[in-house]
């Protein structure tokens, strides 16, 4: 038996007022005394339970904030949430008579100011191609006469794996993983200068027949391409799609004639792509 804490992520209006004048520095303070009194409160609750039911209950609390000096991956998808992350929570914001602490959010294994009893056991798979050689692991607590916490390390039936280079150092990789039977997700990023129109349909053909599943391709010329005929102080985010697709079309000097068709099954995708996203709400 054991009595939990199960706190949510604290969205700013739960836990503070705001005022009119207030500076940055005001509202960090809010909110880390805001966390800190939420967490006395319910753990109180708790420590009261306790004395009713035996001391040798163990409290574990609950969180979902970003810690102070926390560790994250580079494209771990990972934000750092308002709360906790400016306020810069700590491991003071917990009472000390909580026996453990299991913090949410952030992907990496982690103690929270070195203390053993606060942690962040991280994302049992990975989140994002940075996390790739990432080691996953859960955490199993022994609450005996002393507690023990013991790593208990997360198996990966399915890798994840970037690959970068030209379009023969592709070929290769994918041909040698296909060679060793891997399971694995790709990211691929052709690189060299070289335009490749068709990509995706080249890379989709290495892969067919495999257990290697593209997730994500990225054609750095192709993009550099069409961003090069944008004008001067003009943004991706300035254009609408149809704008883009045209670009696209101009890029490769697409004829008249071709344009029609091209023109014909983009917007049937967009079509699909609406209708399922009205079906989706």
Known sequence: MA????????????????????????????????????????????????????????IIAMGHLFTQGGKTVDGDGVSELYIGSLAHVDSSVFP????????????????????????YSGSP?????????QQKQVVLLHFEDTLSIEPLFVPSF?????????????????????EKGEAAYLEIEYTAPEMIGDLSERCEELVQDSNLTILRIQNRQFIQRVMSS?????????????????????????????RQPLRDAYHEILLEMQEEDILAE
């Not at 804490?5 to 880390?32: H, M, Q």
């Not at 798979?125 to 050689?133: N, S, T, V, Y």
């Not at 944008?230 to 071709?258: G, I, K, N, S, Y």
């Open 96 to 119: 000390d008579y909580l026996d453990y602490v299991a913090l949410g959010h952030l992907h990496v294994p982690q103690r929270v100011g070195g203390k053993e009893t606060i942690r």
């Open 230 to 258: 944008m004008q001067t102080q003009e943004t991706l985010e300035d254009l609408d799609t149809e704008e883009v697709f045209t670009r696209c079309l101009d890029t490769f000097a697409v004829t008249e004639e071709e």
């Open 125 to 133: 798979i990975p989140m994002g191609f940075g996390e790739a050689k």
């Open 158 to 178: 399915y890798h994840l794996e970037s690959i970068k280079g030209t379009m023969d150092q592709i070929t290769s990789r994918i041909q040698f993983l296909r």
């Open 3 to 58: 009595i939990i804490c199960a706190v949510p992520y604290l969205r700013d209006k739960d836990i503070r007022y705001a005022e009119a004048g207030e500076t940055i520095e005001d509202k960090n303070r809010k909110l880390l005394e805001g966390i800190k009194e939420h967490y006395s409160t319910v753990c109180d609750i708790a420590k009261m339970r306790q004395s009713e039911l035996g001391s040798d209950i163990p």
